[in-house]
Each structure stands twice: as C-alpha cells, then as structure tokens.
C-alpha cells in the first residue's frame, strides 16, 4: 500500500489549494478514504471523508463550506479542494484508509495506512 500527497505550499489567507493523494497497492476503489492534519505540537484532526462511490461526504465544522473533497477511481486518486483559506489551516495534511467504526464529529477515528504527507501553510 502506498498513499503520495501533493499540492501542498504556502498561501496568504482566503487563497486556495487543491490536494492530491495518489494510492497504489491495493483496490482504491473499494476503499472509504479520508483526509486527515496535524498542526505541530497538536494532536491529528480529521478533516473530511468520502465513501467508495462518492456519494456520501463528511467535513470537520471547520471545513464546511470551505474544502471539497473528491476522488477519481479511474486515477485511484483523491482530492482535497481547499478555498478560504485561514492561518489556522496551517498543517500537515495527509490521506488515510480509515478502519474500524469511526466516529469523526467526535474525533475517533483510526487508519491502516496514511501517506507521508503535504505541508499546508497560510500566512501573510
């Protein structure tokens, strides 16, 4: 299994990026994903999920109205379109398998695999 993020960088608040993540080593498509961020010396935050066939996505409240997450099973990629920025966005963001029985609007939540991950940094 193996999960490479891209599109991270350093942008002013209120711009945007658009996150990649593309999986290899197993059936991306038969897999729930989500993407996950920790900020330094702060604990991982999941920040939003999408189901195999992308009909069902689920954002933190902070990422509501702002990130779009998206996948393309052709590509065996996932997206994370982030807009809005905000310096509290600051963090390294990576995509994850998630396992067990989540409960994300808790903050539980469990993966087998994540990727190296891809700095998010928003600053003036």
């Known amino acids: 299994v193996r999960l490479v993020e891209s599109g991270g960088g350093m942008v002013q608040p209120g711009g945007s990026l658009r996150l990649s993540c593309v999986a290899s080593?197993?059936?991306?498509?038969?897999?729930?994903m989500i993407w996950v961020r920790q900020a330094p010396g702060k604990e991982p935050e999941w920040v939003s999920y999408?189901?195999?066939?992308?009909?069902?996505?689920k954002y933190t409240d902070s990422a509501k109205g702002r990130f779009v997450i998206s996948r393309d099973n052709a590509k065996n990629t996932l997206y994370l379109q982030m807009n809005g920025l905000k310096p509290e966005d600051t963090a390294l963001y990576y995509c994850?398998?998630?396992?067990?029985?989540?409960?994300?609007?808790?903050?539980?939540?469990?993966?087998?695999?994540r990727g190296q991950g891809t700095q998010v940094t928003v600053t003036s």
């Open positions: 080593g197993f059936s991306f498509v038969s897999w729930e």
């Open positions: 999408i189901n195999t066939a992308s009909t069902l996505t």
């Open positions: 994850a398998r998630p396992v067990g029985i989540p409960q994300y609007e808790l903050g539980m939540f469990e993966y087998d695999y």
